[in-house]
């Protein structure tokens, strides 16, 4: 029993110097370094020094981190929970037990959104949401005068951008998980007289309860860490109206130069993460 | 079963060990020195806006050769960096911190060219330039300031300077009865010419000036400090050594941002100013499809229309002119301009520090330094350039030249990074309506206070 134990974590080490280096150095690393002044250039970048707390007290008393924050969180419920969780599960729904050559139309035409890359969706959007883009150019056929989107609205376009972009992956996720439940759970509701709404919220969503967690967490985790899309379409403005937190950090590291204060913001984002994920594994009372 | 299990782990593991080896050795392939044929390899970096850059394309007609020629043991890579103003500063900053990516040569913009000294990125060049004889006399003083490090240790040679002012469409101003050639006396004037041609002439943007902060560092400089040094303020207060983060000028420099973009409504649409290629778009398009009638921009912005610029325009100078821009209330000296340029400096880390310093001899002799400029459209650092045939008869560099007598420089301190950053968000959020005047300096003594420390600013 004790050599087989000692062959098995021989086996082992491979994969755990390769967490190690990969994951874990990193993540103390970036720990470390938001308590310093790290910076890309200046004096500061000379004389590394431990600061303490003093980028987090600059953090919560700057308040272009509180806006930040509120862009994530709106950016995060509107483009991910409401936008890609509930839309792929309606998409998957209604696809559900369709023709197999209706799905693979529709299927094709969501998945496209995700198969493209972030940047190129990025350009996509920018060239439907332009002053003199497809956007414009159709309401124009209806006798409405173009609209400035990315100036105007730019909250909504981004978000409308992300859900084109992840929505196929919830509906894929939904779809294997709807595709699982035995028919003859949902015959036997109907022949006991149950309406389709209620079938929905008794028997199908419980029964897939966990593929949606996985998929909301997922899908959080992701949104949370959306920048191309934001950055490409509206570069955080107009002022710091789409300025969410990946995009503020951006700022802080890259233009600003403060690598330490960049990655104070980063383990801030990480929180947001981790909380949210504990949120929805309480909340919908499921072990993973 | 146990056989297929031992497969599948020792694959895992080799594939594992793969993995590692080639991370760790990709680290090694780039190192400078020791180039084919016993050469000394000189690297040489700046930042090129594309295949038509005319930086590139100097270095590419025949001037790199020639050296190479004169010096056999010397071979010059150039290594353009293709990246907006804002991400040129990172990439270079994160190639010079290893000496296995840092190139021999660096273009700096002298606005960072202090804080990257502070850094320790650079190497001090003051026994180069002191056995040169040509940097004694032949240098613009002035200049030579902006490349000094806060230590008073030389850190670059001045390559390009420039200057900024009011570019402007002759026929569309004649259209509108504004007497050509254009030369506002106060800032009200060039708000009142922007109101008439909009009045004049609908579909045709009055005046454009750069507040996307997308535009990296034009924003502070080319909009916000040439309006605030027309003032009776600056931003750095060189006695006490602090920076004004509240005053009456930087106020009224707010104010009239937001009388262009939100009051008047004169300015480009937020689009365009938004764009971080808002000033390519002004000079490539707008100016030459006649949409647009003033911009204020760098001396250099001209040549966009020049015959090998990249939207000629003929007979510019009939149809194209600069004018100064004017102090606030057309105090002394009437105008006002923001001078700033490039610099090449050498990494300290870099492997040849010696042949790049010969180089870089070379590159800025009177012939060379005003060639680039020549190409550029640039003004020379060199005050014998102007013996060098075809640099001031070319068009509107007497105009901009001229200019250097009134022209103010950057704050030299090594913090101007991060003062710049909350201003180019600052402009940006007036422009586009999300904060007033008064609450822009309010946030900005804010934000510059916390980043800087209660010791660094005063309110004036």
């Known amino acids: 029993m004790k050599r087989k134990s000692r062959g098995a974590f021989l086996f082992l080490t491979p994969s755990v110097l390769l967490l190690l280096i990969f994951f874990i150095v990193p993540i103390i690393l970036t720990i470390c370094f938001a308590f310093t002044n790290m910076a890309l250039t200046g004096s500061a970048a000379r004389n590394l020094q431990f600061i303490g707390f003093q980028n987090f007290t600059n953090m919560f008393q700057d308040p272009d981190f509180r806006i930040s924050v509120w862009r994530t969180l709106v950016f995060l419920i509107f483009s991910a929970v409401i936008g890609q969780v509930v839309l792929g599960f309606i998409l998957a729904l209604l696809m559900k037990e369709k023709n197999v050559t209706f799905r693979r139309i529709i299927g094709i035409i969501v998945i496209a959104g995700w198969v493209t890359p972030e940047i190129v ?24 005068s173009p ?76 949104t949370l860490g959306v920048f191309t899309l934001i950055y490409t379409m509206t570069g955080g403005g107009p002022g710091t109206a789409t300025q969410t937190l990946p995009v503020f950090m951006y700022n802080q590291a890259f233009v600003n130069y403060q690598f330490g204060y960049g990655t104070a913001i980063s383990l801030v984002l990480l929180v947001i993460g981790i909380v949210a994920s504990l949120f929805y594994m309480k909340s919908m009372k499921v072990k993973v | 079963m146990k056989m297929n299990k031992f497969k599948v782990s020792m694959t895992a593991a080799m594939a594992s060990l793969l993995l590692l080896t080639t991370a760790c050795s990709s680290g090694n392939s780039n190192s400078g020195s020791g180039a084919a044929e016993g050469k000394k390899e000189v690297t040489i970096t700046f930042r090129s806006s594309g295949s038509e850059d005319t930086l590139t394309k100097y270095f590419e007609s025949g001037l790199i050769e020639k050296f190479e020629t004169d010096n056999p043991d010397i071979k010059i890579k150039i290594a353009p960096v293709l990246a907006s103003e804002g991400d040129y500063t990172s990439k270079i900053v994160l190639q010079m911190k290893s000496p296995d990516t840092a190139p021999d040569i660096v273009a700096e913009d002298t606005s960072i060219i202090k804080s990257d000294a502070a850094a320790g990125y650079l190497e001090p060049l003051d026994t180069q330039v002191a056995g040169w004889s040509d940097w004694k006399d032949k240098f613009i003083e002035n200049l030579k300031a902006g490349v000094t490090g806060e230590d008073g240790k030389i850190y670059g040679v001045p390559a390009t300077s420039d200057t900024r002012g009011i570019w402007y469409n002759k026929e569309l101003l004649a259209q509108a009865g504004l007497p050509v050639p254009f030369k506002p006396a106060n800032w009200d004037e060039v708000l009142e010419a922007a109101r008439t041609i909009k009045d004049k002439l609908p579909g045709v943007t009055p005046l454009n000036m750069i507040v996307g902060k997308s535009s990296g560092e034009g924003v502070t400089m080319q909009t916000l400090e040439m309006l605030l040094y027309g003032t009776n303020d600056t931003l750095y207060n060189d006695e006490t050594k602090k920076w004004v983060v509240s005053s009456p000028g930087l106020l009224d420099s707010f104010k009239f941002i937001n009388q262009l973009f939100n009051v008047d409504k004169t300015g480009p649409s937020m689009q365009v100013a938004l764009n971080g290629q808002a000033g390519s778009i002004a000079f490539q398009q707008l100016f030459p499809q006649g949409k647009l009638a003033m911009a204020v921009d760098g001396s250099w912005a001209g040549s966009t229309w020049f015959e090998n610029g990249a939207a000629p325009i003929e007979n510019v100078a009939d149809k194209m ?45 009177q012939e060379n330094a005003t060639g680039r400029v020549v190409a550029e459209g640039n003004l020379s650092p060199r005050n ?34 991060t003062v710049s950053a909350q201003l180019q968000s600052i402009v940006e959020s007036i422009a586009s309506g999300k904060l007033s005047p008064e609450d822009a300096v309010k946030q900005l003594k804010d934000n510059v206070t916390r980043s800087l420390g209660e010791d660094k600013v005063e309110v004036k």
């Not at chain 1, 996509?124 to 209806?142: E, K, P, R």
């Open chain 1, 147 to 222: 609209v400035s989107w990315l100036f105007s609205f730019p909250m909504v376009s981004v978000i409308i951008a992300n859900i084109w972009h992840g929505t196929a992956f919830s509906m894929m996720v939904y779809q294997s998980a709807l595709d699982e439940i035995p028919k003859d759970i949902e015959e036997a509701a109907t022949i006991d007289g149950a309406s389709n709404f209620k079938i929905l919220s008794y028997i199908t969503i419980p029964m897939v309860k966990g593929s949606i967690v996985t998929n909301m967490m997922l899908v959080t985790l992701q």
């Open chain 1, 121 to 144: 969706v990025a350009f996509c959007m920018v060239a439907f949401f332009s002053d003199n883009g497809s956007l414009n150019q159709i309401i124009g056929w209806f006798g409405i």
């Open chain 2, 321 to 365: 002119g600069f004018a100064p821009f004017p102090t606030q209330n057309g105090q002394e000296p009437g105008a006002i301009t923001m001078s700033g340029g490039w610099a090449w400096s050498i990494p300290a880390q870099s492997q040849n520090k010696e042949a790049a310093w010969k180089f870089l001899e070379f590159l800025m002799n």
């Open chain 2, 384 to 417: 014998d350039s102007v013996d060098v045939a075809g640099y001031t008869d070319r068009t509107y560099t007497a105009e901009a030249q001229a200019l250097l007598e009134v022209a103010k420089f950057r704050p030299a301190n090594d913090q101007y990074a």
